[in-house]
């Protein structure tokens, strides 16, 4: 019984955490969905989000080091911290210039190009926004705290234990996740089917040529795609970044999202939340039932190995769209 | 335009033929300013710059010698520590320190080749402490194994001598470097009767969550950490969801920065972590530091890192070779040293009380000597706990000495077997 409940416990957590997943996912499959384009650079996005955020939150002058050494200053800082909620908003819109400037710059430059070529531009990206977010906001650890409760929740320990007599053990961060999570995807499937810019991004998801032809601004969809998925990141970047505090590691945060699109498909939002609930729930299960057999530490490569079986048999992912090409 | 372009010209040719201005004290310091591991390569690398600034600002370098630095990044990754290693040993270098385990066990066979000694103070492979295997690494004042028995010595002092039956974990980075105190935990556990679980991290350790439920369904006594980076991070604040007593978590003196503290706020009070050395900026040598270094707009940062405990470190590393240097000198009679002789003022470092008075950090760290049998010193630390509200750590614990029954004879075995597999005779 007490196997039992701890597996529940894990199962549960690793739901949790598979919605954080889920979140970094989202932000993959909408560009994928509306461009064709597999986002390398959506990990650094996360990590740039959450550092733009934190910067403007704690009053950090951006480009101090730069500013410093060719002015001979010692700049550090404002002097003041910004409210949260402004903080948020300015960061949102610094998420829609750098949308608007991709789509400018690179995209705009490759239009009908291989989907390889806008791959590797992706590449590019991700290196030169690491490094533009290291001279902005600088390279040392930043806390990141905008209210949201952590620690373990004591409603659901104490309930679980009056159920079972064994109290779970939820992290009332992940609770907060998963209803952002639920409201963002709610938010983005009302978006998508009922708003005409939804129904755009949908008929330049279904076919480019066909959305051209009626008319549809490929450009215009693209900017408003990666602002979306710009959204996505500063809300990942925020529940991640709250975990471990801001710093460079946080693009990694990408490195997980990855088995999750192999397993829920590279063109679906639901896919990327089943996915998500399905690695988190499934390498949380393995390592606690399999783990002190092999000496732990499996979650890393699970997922991948998951991922890679199930390519096997649907290599477009649960929810992905079977290609099918016509000869 | 051609008279521009002519200078241009010019200017190339006297770049390629005149000799480099190297000073003649080259010291290569194996950075990483970016990438993942950042946060703790910056005040690092900061530390090292800043104390030789001020001896070639204050001082005129080291016996007359300037000591010229040379940073190369490695985002510590052990591919381009061994680049950076290779494209630099040209340049005269005199030791190597590159703040990375997985680096230093690529480096150990070549620095022996090259004949270049290298300092990994605290990290890289513990048996090298056996000098006379290991003639070119030296891993003073403590290693790993030091650590782990300290840690265990300090439980034990906390419950009157008896851990039987106690439950500890080992939250361990899965690399050769979170993997170095297993023996000595396990030997220990022998000897003392505890219950020892390993728990492995994988790289980077942001997402720890079965980990951490492990402890708690384990209802784990003590936690001891081998991290870094971002995983030291996460594991104070996953301790902290799961209301584990932050008195009862004791990290390495890599997984005791105030990175690591930092981002769980008021849920990190009263971690501990091992200290190799003293904290805070209340020694004399900081004084000079402002006045030769700072306020001369010499720093190698912006100073957010001065006094944080992996700048001292890198202070303190960098005392440590600076002596070395001095050693090698008077016992050469030359000022201009080579990579020969600073191995033998790393061997013949002898760290005084009056010696760390003359650095201007008086007490900061335990007195040790080195030797041809001995380049690990004597393995004493301190126990160090953080205050959230004042945000700073103090140190709690006078010196600790590690288990040197247990610890010696592994010593012995590791040494000795490396010893067998590269055809190496014990030179002392």
Redesign the interface.
């Known amino acids: 019984m007490q196997t039992l409940l701890f597996a529940l416990e894990v199962s549960l957590n690793g739901f949790m955490t598979g919605i954080l997943y889920a979140l970094v996912a989202l932000g993959f499959v909408l560009i994928f969905k509306a461009s064709g384009v597999f986002n390398y650079a959506q990990g650094v996005m996360v990590l740039f989000a959450a550092l733009t955020l934190v910067g403007l939150q704690q009053g950090i002058v951006p480009f101090q080091h730069l500013i410093n050494n060719l002015l001979g200053t010692s700049i550090h800082g404002f002097g003041w911290n910004m409210p949260t909620f402004l903080a948020l908003l300015l960061t949102l819109l610094t998420m829609l210039l750098l949308a608007w400037l991709v789509e400018k710059l690179i995209l705009k430059h490759l239009v009908n190009q291989n989907p390889v070529i806008l791959f590797m531009a992706t590449i590019g990206l991700a290196y030169f926004l690491e490094g533009f977010g290291d001279l902005m906001w600088g390279a040392d650890l930043k806390k990141l705290d905008i209210g949201i409760p952590m620690g373990i929740s004591d409603t659901v320990e104490q309930t679980t234990y009056d159920w079972f007599g064994y109290g779970f053990f939820i992290d009332r961060l992940d609770i907060t996740a998963s209803i952002v999570a639920a409201l963002l995807v709610i938010g983005l499937t009302i978006f998508s089917q009922f708003s005409k810019t939804g129904r755009a991004l949908r008929a330049v998801a279904d076919d480019h040529q066909a959305a051209l032809s009626v008319g549809i601004s490929l450009r215009r969809i693209w900017v408003i795609v990666w602002s979306i998925a710009g959204l996505v990141a500063l809300i990942a970047g925020i529940f991640w970044g709250s975990k471990s505090g801001v710093q460079f590691s946080l693009s990694l945060v990408a490195l997980k999202a990855l088995p999750v699109l192999m397993l829920g498909g590279l063109t679906s939002i639901p896919g990327a939340i089943v996915g998500g609930l399905l690695i988190g729930v499934g390498e949380k299960l393995f390592d606690f039932m399999v783990g002190p057999m092999i000496g732990g530490a499996t979650e890393n490569w699970f997922a991948y190995v998951v991922a890679l079986v199930f390519l096997l048999f649907r290599p477009q992912g649960l929810f992905g769209e079977k290609i099918i090409e016509r000869v | 335009m051609k008279v521009r372009k002519l200078a241009i010209s010019l200017a190339t040719i006297i770049s390629l033929v005149a000799p480099p201005a190297l000073a003649d004290l080259v010291i290569p310091w194996l950075s990483y300013?970016?990438?993942?591991?950042?946060?703790s390569g910056?005040p690092a690398a900061d530390g090292f710059a800043d104390y030789f600034t001020l001896l070639n600002e204050r001082d005129g370098g080291i016996g007359g010698e300037l000591v010229k630095i040379i940073e190369c990044e490695t985002g510590y990754n052990t591919q381009k520590g061994v680049e950076c290693y290779e494209a630099t040993k040209g340049e005269g270098s005199l030791v190597y320190a590159p703040l990375s385990t997985g680096i230093t066990y690529q480096l150990i066979p070549k620095v022996a080749v090259d004949q270049i000694p290298m300092h990994t103070m605290g990290y890289g492979r513990t048996s090298a402490k056996n000098g006379a295997i290991f003639e070119w690494i030296f891993n003073f004042p403590g290693n790993y194994w030091d650590g782990a028995s300290i840690a265990i010595n300090h439980i034990l002092d906390e419950n009157g001598g008896e851990i039987s039956g106690k439950k500890i974990a080992l939250v361990y980075h899965?690399s050769a470097y979170g993997k170095e105190p297993i023996k000595t935990l396990e030997k220990l556990s022998e000897k003392y009767g505890y219950e020892l679980t390993?728990?492995?991290?994988?790289?980077?350790g942001?997402?720890q969550?079965?980990?951490w439920?492990?402890i708690?369904?384990g209802r784990m006594d003590y936690v001891l950490m081998w991290g870094w980076?971002?995983m030291n991070?996460?594991a104070i604040?996953e301790a902290?969801?799961?209301?584990f007593p932050m008195e009862n978590f004791i990290g390495i003196w890599w997984s005791g920065s105030e990175?690591d503290v930092?981002?769980a706020?008021e849920?990190a009070h009263n971690y501990k972590a091992l200290a190799l050395h003293g904290v805070g900026t209340d020694y004399p040598l900081y004084d000079d530091l402002k006045t030769y270094v700072y306020d001369k707009?010499l720093a190698a940062g912006?100073?957010?890192?001065i006094g944080s405990v992996l700048y001292n470190r890198a202070v303190y590393n960098s005392a440590l070779l600076a002596e070395a240097i001095k050693t090698a000198q008077e016992m050469h009679g030359v000022s201009d040293i080579t990579p020969v002789m600073m191995r033998d003022g790393l061997e013949n470092l002898s760290v005084t009380e009056e010696v760390m008075t003359s650095w201007g950090l008086p007490g900061f760290a335990p007195p040790f000597e080195v030797s041809c049998e001995n380049h690990g010193g004597d393995g004493l630390a301190m126990v160090q706990q953080w205050d959230a509200e004042a945000q700073e750590w103090n140190i709690i614990t006078g010196l600790i000495s590690s288990d040197k029954e247990v610890i010696d004879p592994l010593i012995m075995e590791d040494s000795t077997q490396y010893a067998a597999e590269n055809n190496i005779t014990p030179r002392c």
Do not use: C, F
């Open positions: 300013r970016t990438g993942p591991y950042s946060p910056i899965n390993l728990i492995p991290v994988d790289h980077p942001l997402e969550k079965s980990q439920l492990e708690r369904r980076g971002v991070s996460v604040q902290a969801n799961i209301r990175n930092l981002p706020g849920r707009g912006d100073g957010s890192s």
